[in-house]
């Protein structure tokens, strides 16, 4: 079996990691840069349950807070996205979904673990995660949100000085981005073949360019719009730097959606949630200032920028149609939803599966594709 994977980001890379489990040697990715390198400006904090519903009032509330005091900025939005958001609006999936949705997340969970258990060459931190809230209030609607979460995870309500208060998830995990991915590489898909190039044409038949595959899986992130499906782009930026963390666990700043990851040898600083295409980083710097709060910075590594892909209301968009199966949309989600992601897509190549129900819900309306798909795929 022939198959092709169109983006190297991480659930591109967790696609190619199974169907090599599964045998499948003939695999080639085309990613017009280095594997990863749409997804690891992520914080790597593995939460699952964190989940966003964004085709609801309040989400679009929380927006408008986030726009105020300058987290957010609404640049663009995908046309099609945006029309589906708002015939959408407060609509409830069916329970199937949540369901499949809670499997997704214990298995991507379990599978971070089971790789660690292998070799934790990735920073892999199973410490939970901490969400702190600066505003009495805004603490107490976080506390209600957990009650009500349809993930009924496990959670504790914790006092960390200098703030109203925070929530403490136990289950969750976290890891370094650019160690996972230096893994991936060079141990899990050394032998597989990699091309590096924009992507110009993709078809039902499973041609990629002008190459037959028995089987192509479009994993590249935002770009996937470009198959007629309705997906935006959340730009975030991430910093790796040296410094003194105030806390020992990854914490997200409820308020401000700053993630702070500490790790063996640097600290993870993220930020942003831009409604934007572009590939500007000019307001990448305000997140790490805001990172500041919890974290004595003595110097910055690197900063990485990427692009979240989105769906209308946040739930993965994951099936085949003829010879291409396409796995996007987990928004904020890409890495803790990617070994999911990409089991789903490796057993939709393979014909284990035929469709994943209201995952699918979009796939019906992938056409061809001629023009220029930048594979550079967030996660």
């Known amino acids: 079996m022939k198959v092709g994977i169109v983006g190297g980001g991480i659930v591109g890379m967790f696609t190619a990691y199974y169907l090599k489990r599964e045998g499948i040697k003939d695999i080639t990715i085309y990613e017009s840069n280095f594997l990863g390198s749409g997804s690891i400006h992520a914080a790597g904090l ?3 349950y964190r989940f966003d519903k964004m085709n609801t009032i309040g989400m679009i509330v929380k927006m408008l807070k986030y726009k105020l005091i300058g987290s957010t900025e609404v ?3 995908d046309r099609y996205w945006l029309l589906e ?3 959408n609006l407060n609509k409830d999936p069916p329970e199937e979904a949540w369901q499949k949705l809670r499997e997704m997340a214990d298995f991507s969970l379990k599978e971070y673990r ?7 060459d990735f920073d892999y931190h199973d410490d939970g995660l901490i969400e702190l809230y600066k505003d009495k209030k805004e603490f107490e609607e976080g506390i209600e949100d957990e009650k009500n979460n349809p993930f009924h995870p496990k959670y504790e309500v914790v006092e960390v000085e200098g703030f109203a208060g925070g929530i403490y998830f136990p289950e969750l995990s976290r890891l370094s981005t650019e160690k996972f991915v230096e893994r991936m590489e060079k141990e899990e898909l050394n032998d597989i073949k990699v091309i590096r190039k924009s992507v110009s044409k993709v078809k039902l038949d499973g041609t990629i360019e002008d190459e037959k595959f028995d089987i192509v899986i479009v994993a590249a992130g935002i770009w996937t719009r470009y198959l007629n499906l309705p997906v935006t782009a959340f730009k975030g930026y991430g910093y790796r730097v040296k410094g003194e963390a105030k806390v020992d666990k ?3 700043l409820a308020e401000e959606g700053i993630a702070v990851s500490p790790l063996s040898d640097h600290i993870k600083v993220t930020g942003g949630f831009d409604a ?5 980083s000019d307001r990448a710097e305000l997140f790490l200032k805001r990172g500041s709060l919890l974290v004595d910075i003595s110097y910055v590594i690197d900063m990485n920028m990427g692009f979240r892909p989105c769906s209308p209301d946040g739930f993965p968009i994951i099936g085949r149609r003829e010879n291409v199966v396409v796995a ?8 803790s939803f990617a070994p999911a992601m990409g089991k789903f897509a490796s057993d939709l190549a393979l014909g284990k599966i035929k469709d994943l129900g209201y995952m ?5 309306n992938i056409k061809d594709f001629t023009g220029t798909i930048p594979t550079s795929s967030s996660a």
């Open 75 to 77: 640049k663009t939005v």
């Open 46 to 48: 593995i939460e699952p």
């Open 250 to 252: 990854g914490v997200v």
């Open 360 to 364: 699918s819900r979009y796939v019906k």
């Open 85 to 87: 958001l708002l015939k």
């Open 328 to 335: 996007t949309g987990a928004c904020r989600l890409g890495w």
């Open 114 to 120: 089971r790789m660690a258990e292998e070799k934790n």
């Open 276 to 280: 934007d295409f572009s590939c500007t």
